[in-house]
Structure formats: structure tokens, C-alpha cells
């Protein structure tokens, strides 16, 4: 099976057209949305569309938690860019569309790839997998060998390697895309990147390909139309700075 690994698009369709015009040559089965399709972004209703047409097998982020959060009135509203952009999200969604967030999960295993999907790390929806302390402690709270997540909108894999005082943890980052081949008595954590606001100094949207026959991930990074998304931000009158970030890739 071949799987199309989507993160953190955040609203910005611009991005997520790109990263599907990019995609479809590559061939994929399946869409997995690692989670935060909302927040920060000027598309909010574009995007759920585009996702929901593919068919996306969509996870739960910390920002459509903070949404349905502020949906059921159980979250303090405070002035932050994140309230700004989600309050503003809020108010343009429809009752069906929040009604198919309500039905993401946090966290899915999948038999048939033999891989979990969370947001955050293995073991949680908002811990960041960022570091290869963090790897390593997610590592230890989780027994499985193949993980999939998102949230640090920074592409990477955390592998573990045997040794003699047991596992050691390995990490590599993709700031220019690449691939990687799971070696065979290895657990992994494999991380797309972000699709609508990379964090590592590259702006162009991040996605993945796995490959479950041949255990190959596969990092692409894919320029698109910038200056599109940061004048619908701007129209929308969301903070300046979730324009300006975008074209600095942070």
C-alpha cells in the first residue's frame, strides 16, 4: 500500500493544491491526515472539502481540539494569534462540516500497514516528537514498530538501533526533501512535515509517500503560490504575522 502523509496544511489551500498536483503522478491508495488541517489559515472550509473528496482518513490535531474546544464552551477564549484564527475559522464553518471534525480520532492503529497515526507523538495528540530525548521517551512508552506523526511541521524520522546497552535513537531531517529505507529490526517515527506552514527555513510545503511493501518514505518539498495565501490572510484581517511566517518557512 502506498499512502499520501499530509500534516499541519493549517488552512492554507494554496498549499495543499501544490502538494495534490505534486502527488498524483507518484500514485498513492490512501490519504492520511496526521491532524491540525485548521487553525492559523485563511481556507478553512476549502480545505475540509479538498480532504473530505479524497477520502482522508483525518486525525485529530491540538487545533481542532482548541475548535470543538471553543465549540462546547470549554475553553477560556484569550488573546492569542491561535484564538484569532480559530474563533475567526469558527464562524465560517458550517454544522456539517464541524460535524465530520467531531468524528477525527486521536490516534489510529492501522493493521493493515501495521502503523500508528497520531498527531503528536506514538503516545500523545500535543507532545512534540522534536528532539531525540523526546523520541526516545515516546520510544519507551510505546511498544509498536511504525509510527506516523505530525505537529513539529519539521520532516524527520527517529529510528531506534540496537546496541549493546540497548535501543539507541537516530534522527534525520528532510529540509530539502529525501527518502528513507526502514531497516528491518528498527522502530521508527516517521514526520511528513507541514503542508500549509514548514518551521524548519524552507517555506515550500512538505508531504510524504510510504510505501508499506517496501518500507520506503519519501519527502517531497513543493513551492507554491505564497503570495495567494498571505493576501487572503491579510483580506480575512487574521495577524499580520501568520502572513509574513510563511515566507520564511518559520
Known amino acids: 500500500m502506498r499512502l499520501l502523509l499530509l500534516s499541519d496544511t493549517h488552512a492554507n489551500q494554496p498549499a495543499l493544491e501544490a502538494v495534490l498536483h505534486d502527488a498524483a503522478p507518484r500514485r498513492f491508495d490512501q490519504v492520511i491526515h496526521l491532524g491540525d488541517a485548521l487553525g492559523y489559515g485563511p481556507h478553512p472550509r476549502e480545505v475540509l472539502n479538498t480532504l473530505r473528496d479524497l ?3 483525518c486525525l485529530l490535531g491540538n487545533h481542532e481540539q482548541m475548535l470543538l474546544a471553543y465549540v462546547n464552551s470549554k475553553r477560556e477564549i484569550r488573546e492569542s494569534v491561535v484564538s484569532a484564527a480559530l474563533l475567526w475559522q469558527l464562524g465560517r464553518l458550517s454544522e ?7 468524528t477525527w480520532r486521536d490516534g489510529i492503529d492501522d493493521p493493515n500497514v501495521g502503523a500508528r497515526y497520531r498527531h ?10 522534536d528532539s531525540v530525548p523526546a ?9 509498536g514498530r ?39 529490526s528498527a522502530r521508527v517515527i516517521l514526520n511528513p512535515g ?10 515550500h510545503a512538505s508531504y510524504a509517500i510510504y510505501d508499506s511493501e517496501h518500507g520506503y518514505f519519501e519527502v517531497f518539498r513543493v513551492p507554491y503560490d505564497v503570495v495567494r495565501t498571505q493576501e487572503a490572510v491579510l483580506a480575512a484581517e487574521l495577524p499580520p504575522v501568520l502572513a509574513t511566517r510563511l515566507a520564511l518557512g518559520r
Open 135 to 143: 523520541a526516545r521517551e515516546a520510544f519507551a512508552r510505546w511498544g
Open 96 to 102: 456539517r462540516e464541524l460535524a465530520w471534525v467531531r
Open 55 to 57: 477520502n482522508a482518513v
Open 194 to 203: 507541514s503542508v500549509g506552514q514548514p518551521r524548519d527555513g524552507n517555506p
Open 120 to 129: 503528536g507523538t506514538p503516545v500523545s495528540l500535543d507532545a512534540y516528537t
Open 146 to 184: 511504525l509510527g506516523f506523526v505530525g505537529h513539529t511541521h519539521v520532516p524527520a524520522v527517529y529510528a531506534t538501533l540496537n546496541a549493546p546497552v540497548g535501543e539507541w535513537v537516530k534522527q534525520q531531517a528532510f529540509p530539502e526533501g529525501g527518502s528513507y529505507l526502514l531497516p528491518p
